[in-house]
């Protein structure tokens, strides 16, 4: 066997070449699994030469001896050249394969970047300082109290406020037609103000109808007239709940009012404090995104640039938007740079694991899979055998050790805590600096336009 070595950047290309016993195995087992398999006129299975079988899968032979010499050899070939391939994902080409026992191709991968490691002790890290106050806590109360309302037929006319079943019948001028039932919230935006101030009033059985209404596009453009017919089926109004002990034990809060607040203040604090980790991971990450440019594999950032792309999919579907291919391949473009910093850090926070000799546990992996199997109802096994197929199991293993290194990061980092005042003093600051920058920049333009048209005017003077 000969393996010659050549770097490009983080690429390596391999040349293999190879020729005697390990080679004509392959080929011989390839011959008798194709001579049973395949088909040809004229031969039985199992009794097809091999000259025939090379001659009509020519290309698919040479290819296949290939692969399964990959498979077998490769990773003896990788530890021997002290080679790490960051992906799983490698290609091959270039095959040349004479006779049954010589082969020559190619087979393609990147490696690990090579980098320094910087200090990543005491981070300066400002955050915003943050606390539950009693305006947060009347909030959650309302809140509450609102998704506890009921509702009751009222046998009165329409208040705002009140929910209102209706049958609504529109035609517009083009002729169409359509006529649906439905309910809704009047003074909550879900209807038309015209439509509302028709309908308060009125009580149910009462017909109402509005001429030449004008059809807005979603820019708010009038594509239109038509003309709305409603019938109010069923007035209700709202039973707003008293935030009282009676209340809280109903809905499980507690014994009284007190104990209440006190529960949902220390859920609002836990909430609080998971947004701020959060955040404050965020700005640790962005940080050692700061602190280093090197080359990374542009196989990992195309397949981060994927999976953030479905994430950005998923976000407009939840909010009822079908992304069509080109909104989707603008995002691409942005989404790119993101997942090239996402891989750049996923390198750092790997070295400073490995210098701090951090390291995922199977008992962690496994709690995790039991979550995720709690998440989509299943069993561990499943879940455990699903992550094996889809090669994501060191995905999980990676967020696992990613959220390791981050609390190591968060312990040593130098965190400092600013005013809400002073962090929106500083936005306003930076806002005018932007403007100012800006426009000085469009004077420079400015400046240079009126020189060059003043040049102009004299080359044309010079000329008449």
Request: charged share 40%; proline share 3%.
């Amino acid at each position: 066997m000969n393996v010659t070595v050549e770097e490009k950047g983080l690429e390596r290309i391999l040349t293999i070449e190879d020729q005697g016993e390990k080679v004509r195995k392959i080929t011989d087992a390839l011959y008798k699994e194709l001579a049973n398999q395949v088909s040809v006129p004229g031969f039985r299975k199992g009794k097809i030469p091999k000259s025939v079988i090379r001659a009509r899968y020519k290309d698919y032979f040479a290819e296949e001896v290939a692969k399964r010499y990959v498979n077998q050899y490769l990773p003896e070939i990788l530890k021997e050249k002290e080679l790490n391939p960051v992906s799983p994902q490698i290609a091959f080409g270039d095959v040349e394969l004479e006779g049954d026992d010589k082969i020559k191709f190619k087979v393609m991968f990147e490696v690990s970047p090579e980098f320094e490691l910087k200090d990543y002790e005491g981070l300066e890290i400002e955050m915003v300082k943050t606390e539950v106050s009693d305006e947060d806590v009347q909030k959650a109360i309302d809140s509450l109290v609102q998704q506890n309302v009921k509702l009751e037929t009222a046998d009165r006319p329409v208040e705002e406020g009140d929910v209102v079943k209706i049958n609504y019948h529109i035609k517009a001028e083009t002729g169409e037609e359509e006529e649906s039932e439905f309910e809704a919230e009047i003074g909550a935006n879900q209807l038309r103000k015209e439509i509302e101030e028709e309908l308060i009033g009125k009580k149910a059985g009462d017909e109402v109808e509005i001429k030449g209404i004008s059809l807005l596009d979603e820019q708010g453009n009038e594509t239109g007239k038509a003309d709305i017919k409603i019938k109010i089926l069923e007035v209700k109004k709202k039973i707003v709940p008293e935030f009282n002990d009676e209340f809280v034990k109903e809905v499980g809060l507690g014994e009284n009012v007190e104990e209440a607040k006190k529960k949902i203040r220390e859920d609002l604090e836990k909430q609080l404090e998971e947004i701020r980790k959060r955040e404050l991971e965020q700005k640790i990450v962005d940080k050692l995104a700061e602190m280093y440019d090197f080359p990374v594999p542009q196989s990992l950032v195309e397949a981060e640039t994927e999976f953030l792309l479905q994430e950005y999919a998923k976000q407009l579907e939840q909010y009822g938007i079908k992304p069509n291919q080109d909104m989707l391949m603008t995002a691409k473009e942005g989404l790119r740079q993101t997942a090239e910093k996402n891989v750049r850090v996923m390198f750092v926070i790997s070295r400073i694991a490995e210098k701090e000799g951090i390291e995922v546990t199977d008992e962690e992996l496994n709690k995790e899979i039991e979550k995720l199997a709690e998440a989509y109802q299943t069993t561990p096994e499943t879940i455990k055998k699903y992550l094996e197929e889809q090669g994501a199991l060191d995905n999980i293993r990676f967020n696992i050790l990613r959220e390791k290194v981050l609390e190591k990061l968060i312990e040593k980092a130098n965190i400092k805590e600013i005013s809400k005042e002073e962090y929106e003093k500083r936005l306003e600051e930076e806002k005018k600096k932007e403007e100012a920058e800006l426009a000085a920049q469009s004077n420079e333009e400015n400046k240079e336009e009126q020189t060059e048209e003043k040049a102009e005017e004299t080359v044309e003077n010079k000329e008449a």
